[in-house]
């Protein structure tokens, strides 16, 4: 069977290059745009990825999709892209889900692209089968933008609750924790903007200008977009290596004060209730690890270290393992999806709150957005930090969500949310915003 083939090109400019390869991507209906946003991290093979164009696809809602991507992946022998929406959850936890859906992704979607781009500092590799790796440069090269004009003014933001609702909820929420229905609970609340004609592309960029994370996306399903600017990893798989990394812990920066930055930051750190949400989370995932590990190898390598990003301080812990060899791919993530981070303990129960009290389903946000290499090496991300478009009803949402446990502020915890989705309401009202320079993850 022929092989997918790589080239290699030289450039000067990286930030460039993405802007090129952007532009290129839009003559296309399916692609996966991956983007480490220069983070320092041994763990990122890449700065980025671009997968455009179908050879061959899957798409499937929850009921045995996990043997249908299992089945799909075992009759390539080439790399794979694609996502696993929240509401997966139906199937590997017997949660489903009768929340309004106004994006509609489907629950799960992967797709063998034509060309991939291996981008690194200095060099593209181009990924094809056939020989027209200069033809496909050129164009890359001459791609030129095909923006439209945004009409930001025109965009209501509307939230499916009121804040006295969201705060009944969450007190609601801490008397299941004191009856001992749960210990903790991602609950996430939506905001929306019907008639919204816009540029996702353009969107986007001033997304990842203002907000550069480490598993940034920008990732289209016909008309289906997703713009994201998450800074966490759900599940990566190198090997006999396998980690998660879990986020609970939200501080606000202060860039206009160095003094008061690092005193948020501080402060994050000693956070009893930020430590208490963190640990709860990583003693789920490390159950989770241990059903797809050897037995005794599943470890804490990093517990409450503190990472900032240009919107908030975060506490991230590093959960890793040795995956077991009896294990193939499929089988790994859908014994840990949903992740720990994104739902609360213990899951199932917390799955079923989530139902009685969210307004809409979650969608492909709380999901897993990644690939899959031809030796079935994978890298999924955390749907977090993302804006959720659907072109054809021109209906735009984003979510945010905090850990609830019983010592949860109400007030505080909708401030969290609001903090954590503050980008978006800049970009939309706004979307001509310069690029972050010189900033460095810490």
């Known amino acids: 069977m022929a092989k997918r083939q790589f080239v290699s090109f030289p450039f000067s400019d990286l930030y460039n290059i993405k802007q090129q390869v952007l532009n290129w991507s839009a003559r296309f209906n399916t692609f996966a745009f991956l983007d480490n946003q220069l983070y320092p991290s041994p763990e990122n093979n890449f700065e980025c990825l671009m997968a455009v164009g179908e050879r061959a696809r899957l798409e499937t809602n929850a009921g ?36 309004p859906d106004q994006i509609l992704f489907p629950d799960l979607f992967f797709f063998v692209p034509d060309t991939i781009l291996l981008i690194f500092q200095h060099e593209i590799q181009i990924g094809l089968f056939g020989s027209h790796h200069h033809v496909i440069w050129e164009e890359i090269k001459n791609a030129s933008s095909v923006a439209k004009k945004n009409t930001p003014a025109q965009l209501t933001i509307q939230n499916r609750m009121s804040k006295e609702e969201y705060l009944r909820v969450i007190e609601k929420l801490r008397q299941h924790i ?9 609950y996430c609340q939506e905001f929306f903007a019907e008639s919204a004609n816009l540029d996702p592309l353009e969107l986007y960029r001033a997304l990842a200008s203002i907000s550069p994370s480490p598993f940034s996306a920008y990732y289209s399903a016909d008309d289906h977009f997703l713009l994201c600017a998450s800074p966490e990893r759900f599940l990566k798989r190198r090997g006999d290596h396998i980690l998660s990394q879990p986020i609970k812990g939200t501080a606000a920066r202060d860039l206009g004060d160095a003094a008061h930055d690092e005193l948020l930051r501080n402060t994050l750190a000693e956070s009893e209730k930020d430590r208490a949400e963190n640990v709860m989370v990583v003693d789920l995932v490390r159950n989770d690890l241990s059903k797809i590990c050897e037995t005794d190898t599943v470890y804490v390598s990093e517990l409450f270290g503190i990472y900032s ?16 060899s009896d294990l193939y791919w499929t089988d790994m993530v859908a014994q840990t999806f949903p992740m720990g981070s994104m739902t609360g303990a213990p899951k199932k129960r917390v799955l079923e709150l989530i139902e009685q009290y969210e307004k809409s389903k979650r969608g492909l946000f709380s999901g897993a957005l990644g690939y899959v290499k031809p030796n079935r090496d994978f890298d999924f991300n955390v749907v ?9 009803h021109q209906y735009l949402a984003y979510f945010a969500g905090s850990g609830i446990t019983f010592s949860s502020d109400p007030e505080k915890e909708y401030e969290e949310c609001l903090l954590k989705v503050a980008a978006f309401e800049r970009i939309i009202k706004n979307p001509s915003h310069r690029s972050v320079t010189g900033y460095k993850y810490t």
């Not at 977090?384 to 054809?392: E, F, Q, T, V, W």
């Open 64 to 99: 045995g999709a996990f043997d249908k991507l299992k089945a799909f992946s075992l009759e390539q022998e080439d790399w794979l892209f694609g996502h696993f929406s929240f509401d997966m959850k139906s199937e590997t936890e017997n949660v489903p889900s009768a929340l």
């Open 384 to 392: 977090i930090r993302s804006l959720l478009y659907n072109r054809a």
């Open 309 to 324: 990003f240009p919107q908030v301080h975060q506490m991230i812990s590093t959960i890793m393992g040795k995956p077991r």
């Open 178 to 186: 004191l009856l001992g229905d749960c210990y903790e609970i991602n």
